[in-house]
C-alpha cells in the first residue's frame, strides 16, 4: 500500500518564477492538506482540499493556490516567488471519516528560492 | 501569541535516560493532541494522538494531556539512539466541518549512545 507521494523532492528556482508541486494521496483517503515547513519551525498549514474544492485556508497570500483532481491527487502552485518561500512543502491526506485529524504525511518537496 | 508554544531545544540526553517534551497552548478549543516524530529530511509520521486529560501509554512512549494547565507531554522510556530525531506536538479543533491541524515549533533531540 503506497503512502503519501510527492514530486519533485528537490527543486531550485529564481525570484519572480513560478513553481507547481504535486501530490498522491495515500490509498483510501480523499482529503489533502499541504504545509510549509521553514527550516527549524513546525509546519504550517497552507490549505486543504475535499471533494475538489479548497475548504479551509491559512494564513497564506493568493500567490499559493491549489487543486484536487478526480482521482484525488492535488497540486501546489506559488506564483511570483519570493526568498522567503525557500521551504519544504509538505502534503498529507486524511480519510473524511477521521475525527482526529490524524495526518499522514509525504516526504515533502524541498524548494530553494535563489 | 503562537497557539502552539514548544521549546526548539536541543536537547541532548545519554541512552537509556528518561526524555520528557513538552508543548503548552493558549486556545480551549483544541480537541485532540498529538505527536509527531520526523527525521531528518522526512515528512512527520504520527506516534501518539489522545482525546481526554489523563495519560496513554504505547511502549516506550506515554503521552499526558492537562487540558486544566492546557499541557501536554510525551515522555520516552529507555531512549534508544534510533529515537533521536525532532519531536512536533500538534493539536486539532474543527473549523467549518473539519478538523485543523496546529503544529508546535518542533523539538530536536539527539540520544548519546
Known amino acids: 500500500d503506497a503512502g503519501v507521494t510527492q514530486s519533485p523532492t528537490h527543486l531550485i528556482k529564481t525570484r519572480g518564477q513560478q513553481v507547481t508541486l504535486r501530490c498522491s494521496p495515500k490509498s483510501g483517503h480523499d482529503t489533502v492538506s499541504w504545509y510549509q515547513q521553514a527550516l527549524g519551525q513546525g509546519p504550517q498549514f497552507i490549505f486543504q482540499?475535499?471533494?475538489?474544492?479548497?475548504?479551509q485556508r491559512g494564513n497564506f497570500p493568493d500567490r499559493f493556490s491549489g487543486h484536487q483532481f478526480p482521482n484525488y491527487s492535488s497540486e501546489l502552485n506559488v506564483n511570483a516567488l519570493l526568498l522567503g518561500d525557500s521551504a519544504l512543502y509538505l502534503c498529507?491526506?486524511?480519510?473524511?471519516?477521521?475525527?482526529?485529524?490524524?495526518?499522514?504525511f509525504g516526504e515533502g518537496s524541498r524548494l530553494t528560492v535563489l | 501569541q503562537k497557539e502552539v508554544e514548544q521549546d526548539p531545544g536541543p536537547l541532548s540526553v545519554p541512552e537509556g535516560a528518561i526524555v520528557s517534551l513538552n508543548c503548552t497552548y493558549s486556545n480551549s478549543a483544541f480537541q485532540y493532541f498529538m505527536w509527531y516524530r520526523q527525521y531528518s529530511r522526512k515528512g512527520p509520521e504520527l506516534l501518539m494522538y489522545?482525546?481526554?486529560?489523563g495519560n496513554k501509554e504505547d511502549g516506550r512512549f506515554t503521552a499526558q494531556v492537562d487540558k486544566s494547565s492546557k499541557y501536554i507531554s510525551l515522555f520516552i522510556r529507555d531512549s534508544q539512539p534510533s529515537d533521536s530525531a525532532t519531536y512536533l506536538c500538534?493539536?486539532?479543533?474543527?473549523?467549518?466541518?473539519?478538523?485543523?491541524?496546529?503544529f508546535g515549533q518542533g523539538t530536536r533531540l539527539t540520544i548519546n549512545p
Open positions: 500538534a493539536m486539532s479543533r474543527q473549523i467549518q466541518g473539519a478538523q485543523k491541524l496546529v
Open positions: 489522545t482525546y481526554s486529560s
Open positions: 482540499y475535499y471533494e475538489e474544492e479548497e475548504r
Open positions: 498529507a491526506s486524511s480519510p473524511t471519516s477521521g475525527p482526529t485529524g490524524e495526518l499522514f
